[in-house]
């Protein structure tokens, strides 16, 4: 369901003239300068560095729009987005496919507003349906709105054992069943890919839900090394779970987490995030991030019990830009519309669904 955003949320910017803000599109030359200034910004996120549109482009084959405002050669404002197309949904412009966060970074909203009016234009331009932007840190005016995703973030600066006592004690109770069916967690890099990728594509087949390619987890090794592992979850030297974790400065999150069903039974989730997060105190992180949930969904639940005495799950805000249509698709298994793919797709023999999969996932917004 969609709304029309009120007024832009306080902040407390200044209003300053824009009227020598140039915005153009990025090139490899401005690299270094895109990140210096989302490495400075107050706003980042990870999913605005520039290697993304790499990862991007390499595995879902869009084409990256990368925006950057400037102003006597100084960065003010910078907005990742990719262009999609598919058959079923047309042409659609988002910041950003398969990530949590997009919508620009900018000095102020007034910027902001220039960068999103610029990726408007190319929208029009390239007949799309939509243009839609992710968990915006600019929430912008007279823009439609959806704001059923919930993101859980938690603090990590009070060391290990102020983490372990925030949780629920339940999701303590299960970690130590997992520690008792002699589960164990193993970190590495892409050379467990293979490992990572059979589990994580079962899974997805089981929801109903068409697999991501396998090359999009090597182009994010690829462009971010020394920023990405995998962590197993092994029982008797088998991976039977397994998260993908990021990381960036001082944050920390997954994007990726999955299980055999036939062993939720042992709490290999539960293990696997209680080891990921004291890796992250570790190493120094300070922020660590469950990425985004539906309201009251099955995974909403699981990781509210991991929060439940430290920080409340934050509001997400994804606003849009509607061409061609009136209403959002909804692409998510509650739609009605969707039951019945999703239930053939949960009995599609494995390696058809894993065929399969990447060939749709990639069109979809």
Request: charged share 25%.
């Amino acid at each position: 369901m969609t709304e029309r955003s009120p007024h832009p949320l306080k902040t407390d910017e200044k209003m300053s003239d824009t009227s020598n803000i140039n915005i153009k599109l990025a090139d490899q030359s401005d690299i270094e300068k895109w990140d210096n200034y989302l490495e400075k910004s107050s706003n980042k996120t990870f999913a605005h560095r520039w290697g993304w549109s790499e990862v991007l482009k390499n595995s879902f084959g869009v084409k990256p729009y990368y925006f950057i405002a400037g102003e006597n050669g100084e960065v003010r404002g910078i907005l990742p987005t990719t262009l999609m197309k598919s058959m079923l949904f047309g042409k659609f412009l988002i910041s950003l496919p398969w990530l949590d966060y997009g919508g620009p970074v900018a000095d102020n909203e007034e910027i902001a507003l220039k960068l999103v009016d610029s990726a408007d234009k190319l929208a029009r331009d390239n007949d799309c349906e939509f243009f839609e932007m992710r968990a915006v840190r600019h929430r912008l005016a007279d823009m439609t709105e959806k704001t059923d995703k919930r993101e859980f973030i938690i603090d990590l600066s009070g060391g290990e054992e102020t983490v372990w006592k925030s949780f629920d004690a339940k999701a303590r109770n299960q970690v130590r069943k997992a520690e008792k069916a002699n589960l164990t967690v193993e970190f590495g890099g892409v050379e467990m890919l293979g490992e990572f990728y059979k589990v994580f594509a079962c899974n997805m087949r089981d929801l109903g839900t068409p697999v991501w390619p396998s090359s999009l987890f090597t182009e994010i090794f690829r462009n971010f090394p020394g920023d990405a592992e995998f962590a197993l979850v092994k029982l008797d030297g088998n991976a039977i779970a397994g998260g993908l974790l990021l990381h960036y400065g001082d944050y920390s999150g997954v994007p990726s987490a999955s299980a055999y069903r036939h062993y939720l039974n042992l709490c290999p989730n539960n293990i696997l995030y209680w080891e990921i997060i004291k890796r992250c105190i570790q190493r120094g992180s300070t922020v660590f991030d469950f990425g985004r949930s539906s309201e009251n969904a099955g995974t909403y639940r699981f990781k509210k019990q991991w929060s439940k005495k430290s920080v409340e799950p934050r509001e997400q805000v994804w606003q849009y830009r509607l061409f061609k249509i009136d209403n959002l698709p909804e692409l998510n298994p509650n739609n009605p519309k969707f039951k019945l793919a999703i239930n053939i797709w949960r009995r599609l023999p494995l390696p058809i669904a894993n065929f399969l999969g990447p060939k749709i996932v990639t069109k979809l917004p």
